[in-house]
């Protein structure tokens, strides 16, 4: 079994930034790719960016070069870095992986949601 867990979501002033942590745990073998999504009222969850194995990422137009995703690979932690936050980024933030807890085990799992509110 994999759990994510992430924090740091809150409200900030439109221009403000703020960092998102997911942490995974229980039995990992091996991280194939971690993604955050978002999802806002009334709307479709959608991806905001995302990095896999070899440290290759892929961003959503609407917040390239405002946000970027990073990770700690002993930690078992993906990060998102939020800059120059519209009211617009306003929304529940999720954590995703793709884990494989052995050869042949693969989990799919999401995080609680943190929610992010951009707002004056």
């Known amino acids: 079994q994999v759990q994510l867990v992430e924090s740091g979501g809150g409200l900030v002033q439109p221009g403000g930034s703020l960092r998102l942590s997911c942490v995974a745990s229980g039995s990992i073998f091996s991280i194939v790719a971690m993604g955050w999504y978002r999802q806002a009222p009334g709307k479709q969850r959608e991806l905001v960016a995302s990095?896999?194995?070899?440290?290759?990422?892929n961003y959503a137009d609407s917040v390239k070069g405002r946000f970027t995703i990073s990770r700690d690979i002993a930690m078992n932690t993906v990060y998102l870095q939020m800059n120059s936050l519209k009211p617009e980024d306003t929304a529940v933030y999720y954590c995703?992986?793709?884990?494989?807890?052995?050869?042949?085990?693969?989990?799919?799992?999401w995080g609680q949601g943190t929610r992010v509110t951009v707002s004056s």
């Open positions: 990095i896999n194995s070899g440290g290759s990422t």
């Open positions: 995703n992986g793709k884990i494989y807890s052995s050869i042949t085990t693969y989990y799919d799992p």
